[in-house]
């Protein structure tokens, strides 16, 4: 079953395509996040843990889940302004995604709400937007799984430069980059998106060289960077 995952159509700052190098995060979004923490910190997530665990069964029973995403959104942004929710379903079951849309300044503020988190029933929740290969990424009105998308890897120093084509891509379809940047964060993590990967392009899937691979190898590829 594949599953989907719903995302804010938010500027990413890699939109332009050249990813701009920021501090790294303390620890990576593959790692486990740290389950205790001081309790100032404790004290600043409880504010909106405790507005999801209030209105949690009926955010889940709502089946608008954009009005479901932007509602937990603006709550989130509320205490950790930069910090957003994504919303992604497979079968009974929604997951929670705490992303900091690339930024690695918040990463430690994605890291602090997560090791805050509740246990809530029917939910999900996890920290940065996770490896997975078997989702669809649905924005604006547009839908891609990673299956329809190829790519082209040049390594570089310690980072891997990429050539993405995306089917029905066009030069100036900035909300189909912004899905593409999706893509990559939840195929290859988005901490390795960040650390791991260099230049970034995107084309139109119709233009891919006969070298081009599907963009479901691509972790293995990152993996292999030093």
Not at 43 to 57: E, G, I, L, M, V
Not at 192 to 216: C, H, N, R, S, V
Request: with cysteine.
């Amino acid at each position: 079953m594949t599953s989907w995952i719903l995302a804010l159509a938010l500027a990413l700052s890699a939109c332009g395509g050249k990813k701009e190098d920021k501090a790294p995060p303390p620890a990576p979004a593959t790692s486990t996040p740290p389950t205790t923490l001081p309790t100032t910190s404790a004290n600043r997530a409880a504010p909106f843990w405790k507005w999801f665990t209030d209105h949690a069964t009926e955010l889940h029973a709502n089946q608008d889940l954009r009005v479901v995403m932007e509602s937990i959104s603006a709550e989130l942004k509320k205490v950790y302004p930069g910090v957003f929710a994504e919303i992604g379903k497979q079968g009974d079951e929604l997951m929670l995604v705490i992303s900091a849309d690339g930024i690695k300044e918040l990463f430690p503020q994605v890291q602090e709400v997560y090791a805050a988190r509740p246990t809530v029933p029917g939910w999900k929740i996890v920290a940065f937007r996770q490896r997975d290969a078997s989702f669809a990424i649905e924005m604006g009105g547009k839908k891609i799984e990673p299956k329809t998308v190829k790519f082209v890897g040049t390594p570089g120093e310690g980072k891997l430069d990429i050539e993405v084509y995306l089917p029905g891509f066009k030069e100036d379809d900035e909300e189909l980059k912004k899905i593409g940047f999706i893509i990559l964060d939840h195929m290859i993590g988005e901490y390795d998106m960040e650390t791991k990967i260099g230049g970034i392009g995107f084309a139109a899937l119709d233009a891919a060289p006969a070298a081009a691979k599907p963009l479901t190898e691509l972790p293995a590829m990152v993996d292999t960077l030093k």
